[in-house]
């Protein structure tokens, strides 16, 4: 990977080489004109291989755009944005959607289908890549729901699972392809407070296992324990 940093830069705590996302001078605004409006400032940010961080701060924050910045799910706009050593800033669809592919996300709204049941609900993440088979598919989709405590539920359909059931599904989805990161917005934030710290325990534990770097965005004071790194944004500046 290319060198980033100086000796002297605070924000890398590991390893170049195990540097996922690697952030300098980041700006971004929403609309133009007279009603453009800047919601990050000068960004500085580093997350390394296998680490959980939380990200904490107050709503219309940035929390979220710097999220989606992260996900490749929008454009940068300013400064330098790596991810997994690619610049995102200028990247073209297709190298957005490629990195994408090395990322699994999950949000406050598990977004699972109701039309498929929870083996295929993470069964459809897993087709997207290739190079597994269709069998291999569903094997992979059975093994992550019994890893997440799933295993007698792999044919109940949305409907017919709790809040929580709902957002382990969300997490197998996740991790079933063995992302390099993963992306959490709010994935606790209309669980009580049992379940939402049984499926960040569980994302914790699998992604470690898989190695994969963890962001969580969230307002949840009851999960901090989970992170390696606590970080703050307010008003658009990290704190």
């Known amino acids: ?20 996302v690697a952030i300098r001078n980041l700006n971004h605004f929403y609309g133009e004109g007279a009603l453009k409006k800047q919601i990050l400032f000068d960004i500085n940010l580093t997350l390394n291989k296998g680490e959980v961080v939380i990200l904490k701060g107050p709503s219309g924050s940035g929390k979220t755009t710097l999220l989606t910045l992260m996900g490749a799910l929008r454009s940068a706009q300013s ?8 610049e995102m800033m200028g990247a073209k669809k297709r190298e957005l959607v490629k ?12 977004n699972l289908l109701e039309c498929l049941t929870a083996r295929q609900n993470v069964q459809m993440s897993i087709e997207l890549h290739p190079e597994y088979s269709t069998s291999q598919a569903k094997a992979r989709a059975i093994a992550m729901l019994n890893a997440v405590g799933l295993g007698e539920h792999l044919d109940y359909y ?4 709790s809040g929580g059931q709902k957002q382990r599904v969300a997490i197998a989805r996740a ?16 669980l009580d407070s049992k379940s939402g710290h049984d499926v960040v325990d569980i994302m914790q534990r699998l992604a470690k296992e ?8 969230t307002h949840d004071n009851r999960i901090l324990d989970v992170a390696d790194r606590i970080i703050e944004l307010e008003d658009g500046h990290l704190i």
């Not at 990195?99 to 406050?108: C, E, H, L, P, S």
């Not at 991790?175 to 209309?190: G, Q, R």
């Not at 898989?210 to 965005?217: E, N, P």
Request: aromatic share 8%.
């Open 1 to 20: 990977m290319q060198t980033l940093f100086s000796n002297t830069d605070t924000n890398n705590e590991g390893n170049l080489e195990n540097v996922m």
């Open 79 to 86: 400064g330098s944005l790596q991810v997994f050593g690619k």
């Open 99 to 110: 990195i994408r592919r090395f990322i699994g996300y999950i949000f406050q709204a598990h």
């Open 158 to 161: 949305p409907h017919n699972l």
């Open 175 to 190: 991790l079933v392809s063995h992302p390099k990161m993963i992306l959490a917005d709010e994935p606790t934030a209309s």
């Open 210 to 217: 898989q190695g994969s770097t963890i962001l969580i965005v």
